[in-house]
Nanobody
Framework: QVQLVESGGGLVQAGGSLRLSCTAA?????????MAWFRQAPGKEREIVAT????????YYADSVQGRFTISRDNAKNTVYLQMNSLKPEDTAVYYC????????????????WGQGTQVTVSS
């Protein structure tokens, strides 16, 4: 089992920044897991925001966040980050950290482990 704990959400004005963190407590080796951030806004489906492979040489970003968000990970700390800059009201959602062994996929159904979610609210 992999337990994921997110932190860093909150309320921010449009144009501001937040950094989300997700730390894994696991008996497995964190460094071999793909990590991803998803988000779900009220009344909408869960969507991928970004993902990063275990060797930190491949990342993917949704078009809506490309150039504004950055995903990174520190395998020594079992932690993945999402730096969010130039936030917009449409970024408002619950953000979830997810992990899976092996290579990244973009479909949420491909992820085995999920955090509890952290709320991000961007005011206009």
């Amino acid at each position: 089992q992999v337990q994921l704990v997110e932190s860093g959400g909150g309320l921010v004005q449009a144009g501001g920044s937040l950094r989300l963190s997700c730390t894994a407590a696991s008996g497995q080796t964190f460094s071999i897991y793909t990590m991803a951030w998803f988000r779900q806004a009220p009344g909408k489906e869960r969507e991928i925001v970004a993902t990063i492979n275990w060797s930190v040489d491949w990342t993917y970003y949704a078009d809506s966040v490309q150039g504004r968000f950055t995903i990174s990970r520190d395998n020594a700390k079992n932690t993945v980050y999402l730096q969010m800059n130039s936030l917009k009201p449409e970024d408002t959602a619950v953000y979830y950290c997810a992990s899976r062994p092996g290579q990244p996929v973009l479909d949420s159904r491909g992820y085995n482990y999920w955090g509890q979610g952290t709320q991000v609210t961007v005011s206009s």
